[in-house]
């Protein structure tokens, strides 16, 4: 059962997926959907050996060829087809790895990859946004630990990005100028909340943080989406993923938990000029053993609480593995 359910009070919608219930939750290694293929034992991936492989959700969300809604909506809460596109990326055949050890070659197949499928998905006439996201963590809610990422392909631009894309919007009709690039002027002038920056890209924690290890990753020219990007910026951001993800892990010596999404222009067909690419995460610790919840306040007021200082959570970052010391050893 799958369909989408207008909530008229936030004007959003809800994607209602049940048998997203049966899904495989946590299994042991050995019977990982997600290694390769091997004598007796079939996974999702039907080969011995990969090394970026992206395929369909098998408990999607969304479907291209969606069953009718289960109900039926009226004026006052419509009901659609879910009808969109799950798809998985594996980032590796090893399983008991993370994004951050991998080599920054293997980061560069992965941001060609991305690309590949927003462009592809994107050119679907029904898809509207094309959202590239990894839920990395249990206690992020992942149910599977292999090493992957995930692609949702909606037919309607999320509230969120709706909401930036109206700021944005608002912005460029009064200054003629991107807001983004405002932004990323600023934290690039005021250095303190700098994380790290390198040729064409440039990593924060923004001055108005919701998470205390939020990092918001922007590129320094203006560019939309990912099919702006030439390879040489495209490489430069598999570096700069690397060292964001690798101070994660080093901050507090444990492999950090973290949504990782990415914000580009929707592919509606429509231009959006105001809109500028970047990526953020959102780590739900708040020191090496507290976590922080999205409570009272958060959820239900949308009014964020954050106990920390983005000026001095930046600090540990950057002092959290220096850099060269990979480049040392890489
Ligand atoms: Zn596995
Ligand atoms: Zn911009
Ligand atoms: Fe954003």
Redesign the pocket.
């Known amino acids: 059962m799958s369909e989408l359910r207008w909530n008229p009070v936030l004007e959003e919608w809800t994607i209602t997926a049940t048998h997203r219930q049966e899904r495989t939750f946590l299994p042991p290694k050995d019977y990982c959907p997600l290694c390769p293929s091997r004598e007796g034992r079939e996974t999702e991936v039907p080969a011995a050996n990969y090394e970026i492989v992206c395929f369909e959700n098998k408990f999607p969300s969304l479907k291209s060829c969606p069953p009718p809604p289960a109900v039926e909506g009226d004026d006052l809460c419509p009901v659609m087809e879910a009808r969109g596109i799950c798809e998985v990326v594996l980032y590796t055949p090893q399983h008991d790895v993370n994004l951050a050890d991998q080599p920054v070659e293997q980061i560069y197949r992965l941001i060609q990859v991305w690309t590949d499928r927003y462009r592809e998905l994107g050119s679907y006439q029904y898809i509207n946004y094309v959202f590239i996201f990894e839920n990395k963590g249990e206690v992020i809610g992942v149910t599977l630990t292999h090493p992957h990422g995930q692609i949702y392909a909606f037919p309607f631009i999320p509230p969120r990005v709706e909401k930036e894309l109206n700021s944005g919007r608002k912005y460029w009709r009064r200054h003629g100028s991107?807001?983004?690039?405002a932004l990323?002027e600023k934290e690039i002038r005021e250095e303190k909340r700098i994380v790290f920056a390198s040729d064409y890209f440039v990593a924060f924690v923004p001055f108005y943080a919701r998470w205390p290890y939020e990092v918001h990753l922007y590129s320094r020219e203006?560019?939309l989406c990912l099919t702006d990007f030439g390879s040489q910026e495209q490489y430069d951001l598999a570096v700069l993923l690397k060292i964001i993800l690798q101070k994660y892990d080093h901050l507090f010596n444990f492999s950090f938990p973290y949504m990782m999404i990415m914000h580009q222009k929707p592919t509606d067909g429509k231009s959006y000029p105001y809109y500028?690419f970047h990526i953020e995460f959102y780590p739900p610790y708040r020191s090496r053993d507290k976590i922080k919840f999205l409570a009272g306040s958060e959820s239900g007021a949308g009014a964020f609480i954050n106990d920390t200082l983005a000026e001095e959570k930046a600090a540990e970052l950057r002092a959290a593995f220096p850099h060269h010391k990979w480049e040392v050893e890489g």
């Open positions: 991107c807001l983004f690039c990323k203006h560019r500028h």
